[in-house]
């Protein structure tokens, strides 16, 4: 069965939920689920102005948010695994010299230790 609970010829290509590509995380429009959270006045404002300005919902933007934090969270956690495990690290400056600068753009900054 697949996720539509059909099996895989009962669903046509043209069925196929289509896929929205985000710079940092890859969505697919499966049916979802309800889920509810508790946000400060301040932080639910900011969240309801920038979904005003941009045309996009509340929904889309704590999604977005909810994807990055588990995605660099499962980084951090595989980084800590390798750490755990003492495997071969190497530093930036070292990656840097091997294979060439890596672009301003393409770092991330790490997350607060709060949120980890």
Do not use: H
Not at 5 to 18: D, L
Not at 74 to 88: C, M, S, W
Request: hydrophobic fraction near 35%; glycine fraction near 4%.
């Amino acid at each position: 069965m697949n996720r539509w609970g059909q099996p895989p010829s009962a669903v046509r290509r043209s069925e196929a939920p289509p896929l929205m590509v985000d710079a940092e995380c890859v969505i697919l429009s499966y049916p979802t689920t309800m889920f509810s959270i508790r946000l400060e006045p301040e932080l639910e404002q900011k969240l309801d102005s920038l979904a005003k300005q941009t045309g996009r919902s509340k929904s889309y933007y704590a999604r977005k948010a909810i994807c990055q934090y588990l995605e660099e969270r499962e980084d951090y956690l595989k980084g800590i695994a390798t750490l755990e495990r003492r495997e071969p690290t190497i530093t930036l400056e070292e990656l840097e010299r091997t294979l060439g600068p890596v672009p301003i753009a393409a770092r991330k900054p790490l997350p607060p230790a709060a949120l980890l």
